[in-house]
Every structure is written in structure tokens, then in C-alpha cells.
């Protein structure tokens, strides 16, 4: 008895001993974890679904970049995991042969972008190419003898005037860069150098890559062969007018022999990613008819391969559909869609008919918490793809029919495990305007116990024509464990609820939308929740220009942050690097010819009510939402002696938060003022 009391005791310590351990070795997600994050992504199952090969991410923290690797993993009980190979620099877009003998991968060093093969059997590699500029779309032919892909072909620059010869020696100043173009500048890359995109092909086993394509056009997207290897499919945009026309593309083919080039569709509107079905009858692509409004769903086409009998396969599903993969046997097709703020993998048959196969893809987009991830299908129809948790980024996850998903990965638990989350909660409440559903997300700080009221900071998401979800996000776990309760909506406008949600805000943005923030925020206070007298609003880009419209239409905020906004419509879009592509499908005509509708949207227009003390955030490089956008709200503020701070952040473009330490970087600053405000 005795010795029974005795083994209990011990019992009883060593646990007390082990929760105590564990409590220490958890603690709350830190700024400097971002930095050892890992991702998986672009998961390509082999042909027998044996194996998978992805991308691993992770991230440098001396050369403060992302760099990615591949690995490949076995789904057959054998636990074979291991780098594809030894090679040095980012390595990326692997796919399988049509035997699966080989993986054929892109990668990256700082003399370029080069195609290599890995051969499976011996573990060799070779590199197929020497490239002018970076491929992409790789393609293998059916027969496994080719490789297609795509890559811009430089163009010379336009010449204006013949510089006379400066002297031996003399340090002049740098000669003008001039453009004649429409688009000629791109956020994240800047100034893009003149040339056209073209379709080539190489042999599996190196050589000379051949042009297909000629013109002076882009052609791209992603690539089909057709059975025979005759034909490549793509998508491109011919017309004479192409670069005003910039909303349309059509399907063509170029035939690998001649270089002749067919034409598929022609209507008003974007048809692109084509791809033949295994049997050669029919061949699936995604478009729609343009309407010119602020949202339009993206539907699956279906056409034979003639080019005729073509119809909308997906006519009666209200989402918009991407990632179409062919099921082996030629009679339905896999695909990924929003739905509700989730991302999901459906199947579709030739009748239409569509069927949830997985409802948890995504996990690749560590900043914020946008719908992201990716997947493939193997012969006989197992589903690799990227698992979205709210806790961490993206695993590799594996289905089967008839199955529940397994998880394969684990690049992430070394650190997640030994960290206590914020817990990502759904809500749903009415819009006060219309009475519509409106659906949000809460993520509670760690160790949050019900009936606390914190502090509230409302993070707005950006687009505005795109959608949260129930995914790991860096920033807004790091802003749980400063103690905020978080909460993100999907005001109107979002996507994943259907054309007319999202077409809401066409010719009325913002609009109605602030309103189904502010009832969001009304109904966190209604259930105890949030604390009504610690508010506090942030966000980035589409969410800046919320944020800074909410300061402008009340004062319940203590503090705000307005990253990367638009504050002037007029400026922004005359300057942006996008400037050619709102009038019409945003607000009616140019603005020179509705300057009154333009203005009236403009957050800055607001500025004179703004009572709230307000950081502004942008990054220098930003095209998307030039640095003057951000100055117009701090410098009105500073006239009118309204507390404020300008953070303006070297070499980050609209992506602030692509490199890691401006990740940190924002996510500080934006705390430090908000504490001020507490």
C-alpha cells in the first residue's frame, strides 16, 4: 500500500514537473519567429502518386530574403523526405514527366533563371538551358521528348534623339529611359525593360530552344499539348488594339512544326488557361463575358476541340473558379474556388455538377490572411495539395477519394509547437444598411479567457475585390499577442460570396461597405467582447483607404494606422502603375470626366473631420499606391495639427511586408503608436 502511495506521489511531481516545463518552454509568438517560418507550396503529385515534390520556403535573416527549395516526399508508407538535390539558389516550378523518370524544375541564382532535369532513378541532374530572361509555364510534351515554356524576348528601346559623342573619360549623366508604351512599369519590379513574350520549346535532353511564337504580342499564361504533341494551346491577345483592349485575351494554338498560329474564341473578355483533356476531345478554359463592372465571377468554358460547341460548364455556380486540372479518365475536371472566406478544391463533371472534395486549401500568404495554395492530381486521382491551418502556414496534405486528408509535413512544428496562438474564431452578424449576412473573423489573444473585454483593432483587408479567411497570418497573430483582440471582415465587395456581393462597391467605393465594418465592430461590443472605449483601425492598400475613410466618418477610434492608401482618386489614378485600368469597371469615365464622382470618393475629401490620431505608413518603391498618396493624408493632418507620423520604408514596394524585416517593421511601428493611444 505504501509503495502504491509512493508510486503515485512520484506520479503526480513528475507531472506537475512536466506541465511546468512545458509552460516555460511555451511562450507567445515573437517578432524574430517570423524569421523561422517555413512554407510548403506548389505541391506536384508523380504520376503513380508515389511521390510529391514542393517548394519549401524559409527565409534568410542575414540576407533578410525568402529562398525556396525543393523536396520530394513519398505517399506510400516508406518515409522518403528528403532536398531534391544539392544545388544552391531558389529552385521552383518542378514538374513531373509523363512516366514520372524525371522532374523537370526552374532555378534561380544571381547569373539567372535556368531549366534543369532530376532524374529519379539515379538522383541526377543536368541543367537543359542557357535562357536570355527567366522561363516559365514549363510544360512536358505527352510523348516526354519536349519541354515547353515561355519568356520575354527583349525588345531596343524607342530612340528620340542622336546624342553627340561625349569626350574620353568624361562622366556625363546616365542617357534618358524612354517609353512609348501603356504599360511600362509594374509594383515589385519597376521599370519593365521593352520585349514581348513568346512560347518556346526545348528537347528533354538539352539543346536549342525554338521559338514558336512571333509578333508583337504577349503570349503566356499557362501551356496544354494537345495528345499528339502537335498543338500548344495558350492564351493571348492578338488584337491590333491589345494594349487598349488590356481586358481581353482569347485562346489560341500554335502548331510545334509550322509556328502557325489558329485562333479559338473571340468575344468581349478574358479566355485563358487552357487545357485538353486527356482524350483529346474537349478543351476547358476559364473566362467570362465582360460586362466592365468592378467584379465579375471567372467561369469554366468548355469548347471541342475543333473550336466549336462551346458552353459555360459551370453557368450554374456563383464563384469565381481557378487551378482547373483534367481527371485522367477526360470527364470532370478538379478546380479551386472561395467560397465564404474558404478556400476549396471542387470537382466538376461534364454536366455541370459539382462536388466539395476539400475545404481547407491555403497557407502560403504569411502576412495577411488571403486565400491562397495550390494543388495537383495524379492518374489515379489523389489530391496533393497545401493545408491552411489558422495556427501556421501551408503542409503538404494528401486526399484520396472516399478518404480524410493526411498531412505529410511538418515544417513548421520545431517552432509553432512550443508557441501559444491567438485562436481564429467565425462571425457572422447583419448589415444595418440592407440586412445582409456579413461575416468576419476574430482571433482572440493567447490565453484569452470569455468574458474578457480587450482591446479592439480592426484589420481592413486590401482589394477591396478580395476576401480574409480562416488562415495564419504573421501580422495579426504577433497583433493578438500584444494583447488586441483582432477582427477582420469581409465587408461588401469581398469575394467568395457570389457576383452581386462583390459588384456592390461598382461606381459606390467605399460605400456601404464602412458600414458593414463599423456593424462588425458594434456586434463585437454587443457581445462583450471588445472594450467600446479601447477601438483601435489599421490597414493596408484597399484596407488604408478604409481605415482612412472610417477616421473621416467618426471619432470612436483611439489610434489608427492607414498603410499604402489612396486618399486622392484623381492623383492615384493618373500615377499608379496600374493608372489605364479603372475608369468604367470603377467609377464612370476618366477623371477629367467625372471629377466630382471621383472626388467624392476620395478618403481626402473626408480629411477635414478627422479627429483621430493617425500613423500613415507606405513603402518608398510603392507604384501601386505612390508615396504621394500616403503624404496627401499625413501633410492635411499636420495643417490641420492633427497628431501624426509619417513612416515611409526604404526599397519596400505595395508588398511592405515581402521581405521579413519590413514585415517586423510594420507590425512595430504599428504597435508602438497604437500603445501611445492605450
Same mark, same amino acid.
Given at each position: 500500500?505504501?509503495?502504491n502511495?509512493?508510486l503515485?506521489?512520484?506520479i503526480?511531481v513528475f507531472?506537475?514537473?512536466?506541465?511546468?516545463?512545458?509552460a516555460?518552454?511555451?511562450?507567445?509568438f515573437?517578432?524574430?519567429?517570423?524569421?523561422?517560418?517555413?512554407y510548403?507550396g506548389?505541391?506536384?503529385?508523380s +504520376?503513380?502518386?508515389?511521390?510529391?515534390?514542393?517548394r519549401?520556403?524559409?527565409?534568410?535573416?542575414?540576407?533578410?530574403?525568402?529562398?525556396?527549395?525543393?523536396?520530394? $516526399?513519398?505517399?506510400?508508407?516508406?518515409?522518403?523526405?528528403h532536398?531534391?538535390?544539392?544545388?544552391?539558389?531558389?529552385?521552383?516550378?518542378?514538374?513531373?514527366s509523363?512516366?514520372?523518370?524525371?522532374?523537370?524544375?526552374v532555378?534561380s541564382?544571381?547569373?539567372?533563371?535556368?531549366?534543369?532535369?532530376?532524374w529519379?532513378? &539515379?538522383?541526377?541532374?543536368?541543367? $537543359?538551358?542557357?535562357?536570355?530572361?527567366?522561363?516559365s509555364?514549363?510544360?512536358?510534351?505527352p510523348?516526354?521528348t519536349?519541354?515547353?515554356?515561355?519568356?520575354k524576348?527583349n525588345?531596343k528601346?524607342?530612340?528620340?534623339?542622336?546624342?553627340?559623342s561625349? +569626350?574620353k573619360?568624361?562622366k556625363?549623366?546616365?542617357?534618358?529611359?524612354?517609353?512609348?508604351?501603356l504599360k511600362h512599369?509594374a509594383?515589385?519590379?519597376?521599370?519593365?525593360?521593352?520585349?514581348?513574350?513568346?512560347?518556346?520549346?526545348?528537347? /528533354?535532353?538539352?539543346?536549342?530552344p525554338?521559338?514558336?511564337?512571333s509578333?508583337?504580342f504577349?503570349h503566356?499564361?499557362?501551356l496544354?499539348?494537345?495528345?499528339?504533341?502537335q $498543338?500548344?494551346?495558350?492564351s493571348?491577345?492578338?488584337?491590333?488594339?491589345?494594349?487598349?483592349?488590356f481586358r481581353?485575351?482569347?485562346? *489560341?494554338? @500554335?502548331?510545334?512544326?509550322?509556328?502557325?498560329?489558329n !485562333?479559338?474564341?473571340?468575344r468581349n473578355?478574358?479566355?485563358?488557361?487552357?487545357k485538353?483533356?486527356?482524350?483529346?476531345?474537349y478543351?476547358?478554359?476559364l473566362g467570362?463575358?465582360?460586362?466592365? #463592372?468592378?467584379?465579375?465571377?471567372?467561369?469554366?468554358?468548355l469548347?471541342?476541340a475543333?473550336?466549336?460547341?462551346?458552353?459555360?460548364?459551370?453557368?450554374?455556380?456563383?464563384? /469565381?473558379?481557378?487551378? @482547373?486540372?483534367?481527371?485522367?479518365?477526360?470527364?470532370g475536371?478538379?478546380?479551386k474556388?472561395n467560397?465564404?472566406?474558404v !478556400?476549396?478544391?471542387?470537382?466538376?463533371?461534364?454536366?455541370?455538377k459539382?462536388t466539395?472534395?476539400?475545404?481547407?486549401?491555403?497557407?502560403?500568404?504569411?502576412?495577411? +490572411?488571403?486565400s491562397?495554395?495550390?494543388?495537383?492530381?495524379s492518374? #489515379?486521382?489523389?489530391i496533393?495539395? &497545401?493545408?491552411?491551418?489558422?495556427?501556421?502556414?501551408?503542409?503538404?496534405?494528401?486526399v484520396?477519394?472516399g /478518404?480524410?486528408?493526411? %498531412?505529410l !509535413?511538418g515544417?513548421?512544428?520545431?517552432?509553432?509547437?512550443?508557441?501559444?496562438?491567438?485562436?481564429?474564431? =467565425?462571425?457572422?452578424?447583419?448589415?444595418?444598411?440592407?440586412?445582409?449576412d456579413?461575416?468576419g473573423?476574430i482571433?482572440?489573444?493567447?490565453?484569452?479567457?470569455k468574458?474578457d473585454?480587450?482591446p479592439?483593432?480592426?484589420e481592413?483587408h486590401?482589394?477591396?475585390i $478580395?476576401?480574409?479567411?480562416?488562415?495564419f497570418s504573421?501580422?495579426?497573430?504577433? *497583433?493578438?499577442?500584444?494583447g488586441? %483582440?483582432v477582427f477582420?471582415?469581409?465587408?461588401?465587395?469581398s469575394? /467568395?460570396?457570389?457576383?452581386?456581393?462583390?459588384?456592390l462597391?461598382f461606381?459606390n467605393?467605399p460605400? =456601404?461597405?464602412y458600414n458593414? %465594418?463599423?456593424?462588425?465592430?458594434d =456586434?463585437?461590443?454587443?457581445?462583450?467582447?471588445?472594450?467600446e472605449?479601447?477601438l483601435y483601425v489599421?490597414?493596408?492598400?484597399?484596407?488604408?483607404?478604409?481605415?482612412?475613410w472610417?477616421?473621416?466618418?467618426?471619432?470612436?477610434?483611439?489610434a489608427?494606422v492607414?498603410?499604402?492608401p489612396?486618399?486622392?482618386?484623381?492623383?492615384?489614378?493618373l500615377?499608379?502603375?496600374?493608372?489605364?485600368?479603372?475608369?468604367?469597371?470603377?467609377?464612370?469615365?476618366?477623371?477629367?470626366?467625372?471629377f466630382?464622382?471621383?472626388?467624392?470618393f476620395?478618403p481626402?475629401s473626408?480629411?477635414?473631420?478627422?479627429?483621430?490620431?493617425?500613423?500613415?505608413m507606405?513603402?518608398?518603391?510603392?507604384?501601386?499606391t505612390?508615396?504621394? =498618396?500616403?503624404?496627401?493624408?499625413?501633410?492635411?493632418?499636420?495643417?490641420?495639427?492633427?497628431?501624426?507620423v509619417l513612416?515611409?520604408? +526604404?526599397?519596400?514596394?505595395h508588398?511592405?511586408?515581402?521581405?521579413?524585416?519590413?514585415?517586423i517593421?510594420?507590425v512595430?511601428h504599428?504597435?508602438?503608436?497604437?500603445?501611445?493611444?492605450?
Amino acid at each position: 500500500m505504501q509503495t502504491n502511495f509512493r508510486l503515485y506521489s512520484f506520479i503526480v511531481v513528475f507531472l506537475l514537473f512536466s506541465f511546468q516545463l512545458s509552460a516555460q518552454l511555451q511562450k507567445n509568438f515573437e517578432a524574430l519567429d517570423v524569421f523561422q517560418l517555413e512554407y510548403t507550396g506548389d505541391p506536384q503529385i508523380s +504520376p503513380d502518386g508515389d511521390y510529391i515534390v514542393y517548394r519549401r520556403t524559409g527565409f534568410d535573416i542575414m540576407k533578410d530574403r525568402s529562398k525556396g527549395n525543393l523536396w520530394i $516526399l513519398s505517399t506510400d508508407g516508406r518515409k522518403i523526405h528528403h532536398k531534391l538535390s544539392t544545388r544552391e539558389g531558389s529552385e521552383g516550378s518542378a514538374r513531373w514527366s509523363p512516366s514520372g523518370d524525371r522532374i523537370a524544375f526552374v532555378s534561380s541564382t544571381d547569373e539567372g533563371s535556368e531549366i534543369y532535369l532530376y532524374w529519379t532513378s &539515379t538522383g541526377a541532374i543536368a541543367k $537543359l538551358s542557357q535562357l536570355e530572361n527567366s522561363p516559365s509555364a514549363i510544360t512536358w510534351s505527352p510523348d516526354g521528348t519536349k519541354i515547353a515554356f515561355s519568356m520575354k524576348v527583349n525588345e531596343k528601346p524607342p530612340v528620340i534623339a542622336k546624342m553627340p559623342s561625349k +569626350p574620353k573619360d568624361a562622366k556625363w549623366a546616365e542617357a534618358p529611359r524612354i517609353t512609348d508604351r501603356l504599360k511600362h512599369e509594374a509594383d515589385g519590379t519597376g521599370y519593365l525593360k521593352p520585349g514581348f513574350r513568346h512560347i518556346f520549346v526545348i528537347p /528533354s535532353e538539352g539543346g536549342t530552344p525554338r521559338q514558336l511564337t512571333s509578333g508583337n504580342f504577349n503570349h503566356g499564361g499557362n501551356l496544354s499539348w494537345s495528345p499528339n504533341g502537335q $498543338l500548344i494551346y495558350f492564351s493571348a491577345n492578338r488584337n491590333e488594339d491589345w494594349e487598349y483592349d488590356f481586358r481581353n485575351s482569347e485562346i *489560341y494554338s @500554335v502548331n510545334t512544326n509550322t509556328g502557325v498560329i489558329n !485562333t479559338h474564341t473571340d468575344r468581349n473578355g478574358p479566355d485563358r488557361s487552357p487545357k485538353v483533356s486527356p482524350n483529346g476531345k474537349y478543351i476547358a478554359y476559364l473566362g467570362f463575358e465582360d460586362k466592365v #463592372q468592378a467584379y465579375q465571377i471567372t467561369q469554366l468554358q468548355l469548347m471541342d476541340a475543333n473550336g466549336t460547341n462551346k458552353r459555360v460548364l459551370s453557368s450554374g455556380f456563383d464563384r /469565381s473558379i481557378s487551378n @482547373v486540372t483534367w481527371s485522367k479518365d477526360s470527364k470532370g475536371l478538379y478546380f479551386k474556388y472561395n467560397d465564404l472566406g474558404v !478556400t476549396k478544391i471542387g470537382y466538376i463533371n461534364l454536366k455541370g455538377k459539382v462536388t466539395d472534395v476539400v475545404n481547407n486549401v491555403g497557407g502560403t500568404t504569411l502576412g495577411r +490572411p488571403y486565400s491562397s495554395g495550390s494543388f495537383s492530381v495524379s492518374n #489515379q486521382g489523389k489530391i496533393a495539395y &497545401t493545408i491552411s491551418r489558422t495556427d501556421r502556414p501551408a503542409d503538404v496534405a494528401i486526399v484520396e477519394k472516399g /478518404s480524410k486528408p493526411e %498531412v505529410l !509535413t511538418g515544417v513548421n512544428d520545431d517552432l509553432i509547437n512550443y508557441r501559444n496562438m491567438g485562436t481564429v474564431e =467565425e462571425i457572422w452578424y447583419k448589415s444595418s444598411v440592407d440586412g445582409r449576412d456579413i461575416q468576419g473573423w476574430i482571433v482572440y489573444p493567447p490565453n484569452y479567457k470569455k468574458g474578457d473585454k480587450a482591446p479592439l483593432l480592426v484589420e481592413n483587408h486590401g482589394g477591396p475585390i $478580395l476576401n480574409y479567411g480562416p488562415h495564419f497570418s504573421a501580422e495579426i497573430q504577433l *497583433y493578438a499577442a500584444a494583447g488586441y %483582440v483582432v477582427f477582420y471582415p469581409n465587408p461588401r465587395g469581398s469575394t /467568395s460570396y457570389g457576383e452581386e456581393f462583390g459588384n456592390l462597391l461598382f461606381n459606390n467605393y467605399p460605400g =456601404e461597405d464602412y458600414n458593414d %465594418v463599423m456593424d462588425g465592430v458594434d =456586434e463585437l461590443i454587443k457581445k462583450g467582447i471588445a472594450n467600446e472605449d479601447q477601438l483601435y483601425v489599421t490597414g493596408g492598400s484597399a484596407g488604408g483607404i478604409m481605415t482612412a475613410w472610417i477616421i473621416g466618418k467618426n471619432n470612436r477610434f483611439k489610434a489608427a494606422v492607414v498603410a499604402k492608401p489612396v486618399m486622392n482618386w484623381i492623383s492615384k489614378t493618373l500615377v499608379a502603375d496600374n493608372y489605364y485600368g479603372y475608369a468604367n469597371s470603377r467609377y464612370p469615365g476618366q477623371p477629367w470626366e467625372n471629377f466630382e464622382n471621383y472626388w467624392k470618393f476620395s478618403p481626402i475629401s473626408l480629411v477635414g473631420n478627422v479627429e483621430t490620431p493617425t500613423m500613415v505608413m507606405v513603402g518608398m518603391n510603392d507604384l501601386r499606391t505612390p508615396p504621394s =498618396e500616403a503624404k496627401q493624408l499625413y501633410h492635411a493632418l499636420k495643417l490641420r495639427k492633427i497628431e501624426t507620423v509619417l513612416v515611409e520604408i +526604404p526599397e519596400a514596394s505595395h508588398g511592405i511586408a515581402s521581405r521579413p524585416s519590413n514585415l517586423i517593421t510594420k507590425v512595430a511601428h504599428t504597435l508602438a503608436w497604437l500603445e501611445k493611444y492605450k
